[in-house]
């Protein structure tokens, strides 16, 4: 069975502050999700992460992946308040007639003035 | 820009009846999926769908739940008689899987929040 790992699970950070969010998962896969979610909201595709060692960026966000590892992390450079959200990685299984995506728990992540 | 859609945004129900969700996935996608998520929690697999016949299952889509695609848009889960326990957010998602990697990205609606009562 497939279980993925986040940590940290709360994350309150100050603004102008570094941090990463690290995503474990325990069977191969060579691809990997990050969304981000709003209170109530739904999920917003971040990065997609499609090979060993792919790394990429988006404003203060990067995100990379370690298939041998099987780890990927989220980097926040110079955090702001609008970062506040829970940011979930999800991992694939594929199978020829679809894939299911199994998620992590989530990391809230609160970015304080 | 081609989203998926659902609906109601909001439902409230009493233990025991019966509520269809609806969601209308992007119009050239093949593959459709729905995930629960129960308040403050990680959001789980429930069903996948594909050529008019489920994929694959979890665990959680016991006997209570079903999916059908009635028409050439709509995707639609149901639940036949509410349990407290599926209050939750439930999102659908679709993908087209086919041809370049990038393709498997599943793309997910708005959810509907399910309160039972």
């Known amino acids: 069975e497939l279980k993925v790992e986040q940590n940290p699970l709360f994350l309150s950070m100050q603004e102008g502050k570094n941090y990463t969010i690290y995503c474990n998962y325990s069977?191969?896969?060579?691809?990997l999700y990050w969304y981000r979610q709003d209170p109530g909201k739904s999920l917003e595709s971040l990065f997609v992460?499609?090979?060993?060692?792919a790394v990429k960026q988006e404003g203060r966000l990067m995100a990379s992946l370690d298939t041998k590892a099987r780890l990927s992390t989220l980097h926040i450079t110079a955090a702001v308040h609008d970062l506040s959200a829970t940011y979930f990685c999800?991992?694939?299984?594929?199978?020829?007639?679809?894939?299911?995506?199994?998620f992590g728990e989530g990391t809230q992540l609160t970015v304080n003035p | 820009e081609p989203e998926v859609t659902q609906t109601p945004s909001h439902q409230v129900t009493q233990m025991g009846q019966e509520v269809i969700l609806r969601c209308v996935p992007i119009?050239?996608?093949?593959?459709f999926y729905w995930y629960r998520q129960i308040l403050g929690q990680k959001v789980e697999f429930l069903v996948s769908?594909?050529?008019?016949?489920?994929?694959?299952k979890s665990e959680i889509f016991d006997d209570q739940f079903s999916v059908e695609r009635p028409d050439g848009s709509n995707f639609t889960l149901k639940i036949r008689s509410t349990k407290l326990e599926d209050s939750a957010m439930y999102f659908c998602?679709?993908?087209?899987?086919?041809?370049?990697?990038?393709?498997?990205?599943?793309?997910f609606g708005p959810g509907t929040r399910l309160t039972v009562l």
């Open positions: 069977t191969t896969s060579d691809r």
């Open positions: 769908f594909y050529n008019n016949e489920i994929s694959e």
């Open positions: 119009s050239n996608h093949l593959y």
């Open positions: 992460l499609l090979s060993n060692g």
């Open positions: 999800a991992v694939p299984r594929y199978r020829t007639s679809g894939s299911r995506l199994t």
């Open positions: 998602a679709s993908s087209v899987n086919r041809g370049l990697a990038v393709d498997r990205e599943q793309f």
